[in-house]
């Protein structure tokens, strides 16, 4: 299953992220690409493609991305209480805001797009 997160403008926050995935021990091997702007936002990163293999991965991100925004949030006021990166997930013709699901919801929502047929984004 490959899945995107959004950059929304906010680079920092989605470079964050990417080093969060790449240091925790249950999200470091999944594979995760940069996906940089075309056009006047040419080298900008624009989202993350992440590969989640399988049941395990998909608890592991969502674990993993939870803390991630919880640790955001609680270092103060900026980014993270807002439209900042990392909150939108793109997968197929599904896109889904996902900065306020606990690791549950957001496991429980990837299993459901995992196994509704959907092939993933391939832009």
């Excluded at 991630?68 to 209480?81: C, H, N, T």
């Excluded at 990392?86 to 197929?92: A, D, I, N």
Aim: charged residues 25%; aromatic residues 4%.
């Amino acid at each position: 299953m490959r899945i995107r997160i959004l950059a929304d403008g906010d680079e920092e926050s989605l470079a964050d992220l990417q080093s969060w995935l790449s240091t925790d021990p249950g999200t470091s091997r999944l594979g995760v690409a940069t996906v940089a702007g075309h056009g006047p936002t040419m080298g900008a990163l624009e989202a993350l493609d992440i590969v989640l293999g399988h049941a395990v991965d998909i608890g592991n991100f969502a674990l993993a991305y939870a803390s991630w925004r919880s640790v955001r949030r609680d270092e103060g006021p900026g980014p993270a209480d807002g439209a900042a990166g990392g909150r939108k997930l793109v997968h197929g013709d599904s896109t889904v805001d996902i900065g306020h699901l606990s690791s549950e919801e957001l496991a429980d929502l990837l299993r459901r797009l995992n196994s509704s047929g959907t092939t993933g984004t391939d832009e």
